[in-house]
């Protein structure tokens, strides 16, 4: 796709409210409270092979019984999760997102089942989150990072490299555009946007891969890329010996 897969859907259902400092943006919960009712089905639209795309974020956590430690950023409905959750069903997972409407309908879905799911929400936005080092075992985030621009990412990724446990894996699903659209996509955007408000600026997988890095992340690979659908995995370095 050479245009982004919000583009169009998102136009239609646009209510976009003036704002003094930016107008014609929309708060990031905003924007996604009103539009939780046609989400799932614009996924499945736009992504391009969906199944094989969100097979890929959870094939890179084990086939397990265990209770992994899960972190979700950026959940929305729990897309990801519902594949995760087939892999490694006793996961204690934390999901969270700024929407209200969005974890609404993600926490009746597993409410609803049968052994219920252990997952926990946290409603508000992962930017401003802490928790300490070595809380997870995986974090993922999937079509949620291509809202921040390079800098935020990179203090996002750092923080996230922090939460991992030594030798745990940080696993992003994201849309990603060549680097001449990533430039002309950067200069579209006011200098600082710090993620109150949704934009869309994804990046190149040259741009993802330096990121990470930059943000102490080993084994950097993409395992998917199909279009404008990509996978990206990274480690954090095990722990060493005495």
């Known amino acids: 796709m050479s245009t982004s897969p919000d583009e169009s859907f998102w136009t239609e259902a646009n209510a976009a409210m003036e704002r003094d ?17 046609i989400y799932e089905d614009h996924m499945r639209e736009v992504i391009p092979d969906f199944d ?18 899960i972190l979700d950023l950026g959940c929305g409905t729990g897309l990801e999760l519902d594949f995760v959750l087939l892999r490694a069903p006793n996961a204690r ?4 997102d700024v929407s209200h ?7 009746a879905k597993y409410n609803a089942r049968r052994p219920r799911p252990n997952v926990t929400a946290i409603e508000g936005s992962y930017l401003t989150l802490s928790f300490p080092a070595g809380s997870f075992d995986y974090v993922i985030s999937v079509e949620t990072m291509h809202h921040l621009t390079g800098d935020v ?12 446990r030594p030798g745990g894996k940080y ?33 190149s997988i040259d741009t993802q891969h330096t990121l990470l890095h930059q943000a102490g992340f080993v084994d950097i690979r993409t395992a998917y890329h199909r279009e404008s659908a990509a996978v990206f995995v990274a480690r954090t370095r095990a722990a060493t010996a005495n």
């Open 21 to 37: 400092d930016f107008p014609g943006y929309e708060l990031m919960d905003e924007f996604f409270d009103r539009r939780v009712d």
């Open 153 to 164: 990412k990179l203090d996002m990724y750092s923080k996230i490299a922090h939460w991992l």
């Open 101 to 107: 409407e969005m974890l609404s309908r993600l926490l």
């Open 52 to 69: 094989a795309f969100y097979s890929c974020v959870a094939a890179q956590i084990p086939q397990t019984g265990a209770d992994l430690t």
């Open 171 to 203: 696993i992003e699903g994201d849309y990603v555009v060549s680097s001449a659209e990533e430039r002309a996509l950067l200069q579209q955007w006011p200098e600082k946007m710090d993620g109150t408000y949704h934009i869309d600026v994804p990046a």
């Open 93 to 96: 997972i934390t999901a969270v």
